[in-house]
């Protein structure tokens, strides 16, 4: 068969146009019902054990060092200990080793706020029942609108250090759990059973912690720290600029990411050196993964999955750079994490959130059989999404 140039020049424009969108194609393999399939039971029996629990908020508990009031959230830094040499002196710091003895009450009430609120939300979604929205809201109210009980909305005093400092922008890095919060108030509004005051005083908290992240030196502090802490920054910004609708917010978010996390951030092979220097590597480099992959999600622009910086640094990079040391752990070529190493890793979205995007089934596979059902503290502290339902559209 012969073929005529003007049929060779369409069937050049056809392939051409076939392979721009890789990349851009969900897999059609996997629907938001294969998701329900797999996560409603899972869903339904946390929510259902959390709907006898009942709020506990920053007002619950108060340290004795912190410089801030009742409604005031307060942490101390991880990393940092006593001076065997000092022993009433400043702390000094022991990099990836926690202190069991630092003041945490209030991280963990946040943990439980997040990991209940989005466990009922989505619950919610997949039933439709008036029980779990309710007792989602209960915990929502108490932090956000309940005048005795509501928390502050800035991050002043988190992650301080005793004989240093009262506060660090460093902090921030606490409110991460915040981020699956806001996402439950926006499905909760879409579904309309928020009522308009009480949704009204909850957007006014988030725009006034957004306010706050984005102007306190603190927060800008947060935002030029270079490495994970810099990524996450901008998932907090764009969940809560999302949430508040500050398109200004959003827009400078993409910006940032496309300029500074991945330029910055990547090296050429999808790496991110700032966290293979550290003493947990591993960790941290999921970590960084997770919440890249998580602020594309929240940004909702292929333009963001699909980004390729000047120096050919985008965001499947980083996903194929983690991927073989997900899938195979045991050909991790850097040195082990001092802590929590065996434990990793666990289920990350953000590999959800990439294989919907590049159509990528391997990422989908290996999320569905890396374990949800962890207890270590200290990775319920590292990874804050834990509801795909909430984030994955029906498209019916």
């Known amino acids: 068969m012969i073929i005529s140039r003007h049929n060779i020049f369409i069937l050049i424009i056809v ?3 076939i392979s721009s969108l890789q990349g851009q194609v969900v897999d059609s393999t996997f629907t938001y019902d294969k998701l329900l399939s797999l996560e409603k039971e899972r869903v339904l029996l ?5 709907l006898s629990e009942e709020p506990i908020t920053v007002t619950a508990a108060k340290s ?3 410089a801030g009031g009742i409604h005031d959230y307060y942490s101390e830094g991880t990393y940092w200990w006593p001076d065997p040499v000092n022993p009433d002196g400043p702390y000094i710091r022991r990099d990836g080793i926690n202190n069991p003895e630092n003041f945490d009450a209030h991280l963990k009430f946040l943990i439980r706020f997040s990991i209940y609120t989005a466990a009922l939300t989505a619950a919610f979604k997949i039933t439709g ?3 779990y929205s309710s007792h989602a809201l209960k915990h929502i109210y ?23 400092v009262t506060g660090r922008g460093i902090g921030l890095i606490d409110a991460i759990h915040l981020i699956e919060v806001a996402r439950s108030v926006e499905v909760l509004e879409e579904l309309n059973v928020v009522d308009k005051e009480n949704l009204i005083l909850i957007k006014k908290w988030f725009a006034d912690f957004l306010n706050w992240v984005t102007t306190h030196q603190y927060g800008i502090d947060e935002r030029e720290n270079g490495n994970n802490h ?16 500050n398109p200004k917010q959003i827009d400078f978010c993409k910006t940032f990411f496309k300029s500074e996390i991945l330029e910055k951030q990547m090296a050429q092979n999808g790496s991110f050196p700032e966290e293979l220097s550290r003493t947990k590597p591993y960790n941290y480099s999921l970590f960084n993964i997770e919440a890249i992959g998580t602020i594309a999600q929240i940004l909702e622009d292929d333009t963001i999955w699909n980004f390729t910086s000047p120096l050919n640094k985008n965001i499947k990079l980083g996903f194929e750079f983690m991927f073989p040391f997900i899938s195979d752990k045991s050909s991790w070529q850097y040195r082990k994490d001092v802590m929590h190493f ?3 890793p666990v289920r990350m979205q953000s590999l959800l959130f990439a294989g919907l995007a590049y159509g990528e089934k391997k990422y989908i596979e290996i999320w569905e059989n890396l374990n949800t ?3 270590d503290e200290e990775l319920i502290r590292t990874y804050p999404i834990r509801q795909p339902i909430l984030w994955v559209k029906n498209e019916k």
Do not use: C
């Open 342 to 344: 065996d434990e990793l």
């Open 64 to 66: 004795e060092r912190s």
């Open 129 to 131: 029942q008036e029980k």
């Open 46 to 50: 946390s929510a259902d054990k959390y």
């Open 142 to 164: 108490a932090w956000f609108v309940d005048e005795e009980t509501k928390m502050n909305p800035h991050f002043l005093f988190a992650q301080a250090i005793k004989g240093i």
């Open 373 to 375: 059902n962890y207890s």
């Open 15 to 17: 392939v051409t146009y």
């Open 230 to 245: 810099s990524t996450w920054w901008v998932a907090q910004v764009a969940m809560y600029s999302r949430l508040v609708n």
